[in-house]
């Protein structure tokens, strides 16, 4: 039904930004809260933010509340994550995922992206 590909990953120093960008497919973008996930190798899925599907509500996960900021362009059907500050332990896959409500559950996402890898060098 949604199809969503993620883009913008890659090597990084410590202290260093990156933008994530998450297409997706489909007339109905904006239906849909965006979601962005990551997963360190050898842990679980974390969540790390989401936005509403209009884009007036954002929640993030305390570890990147202060660094990290989502937003999307309904009109481009793309949601990003603004990486700043980065740290090591933000290494991971990071995932964008789409679902019709805005929650930090992961269980609760219908589609996923491939995922794409950002690595933070020390």
């Known amino acids: 039904q949604v199809q969503l590909v993620e883009s913008g990953g890659g090597l990084v120093q410590a202290g260093g930004s990156l933008r994530l960008s998450c297409a997706a497919s489909?007339?109905?973008?904006?239906?849909?809260?965006m979601g962005w996930f990551r997963q360190g190798t050898g842990r679980e899925r974390e969540f790390v933010a989401v936005?509403?599907?209009?884009?007036?509500?954002?929640t993030y996960a305390d570890s990147v509340k202060d660094r990290f900021t989502i937003s999307r362009d309904n009109a481009k059907n793309t949601v990003y994550l603004h990486m700043n500050s980065l740290k090591p332990e933000d290494t991971a896959v990071y995932y964008c995922?789409?679902?019709?409500?805005?929650?930090?559950?992961?269980?609760?996402?219908?589609?996923w992206g491939q995922g794409t890898q950002v690595t933070v060098s020390s």
């Open positions: 995922a789409a679902d019709r409500t805005t929650t930090t559950q992961a269980a609760a996402y219908d589609y």
């Open positions: 489909g007339r109905t973008f904006s239906w849909y809260a």
């Open positions: 936005i509403s599907g209009n884009g007036g509500v954002t």
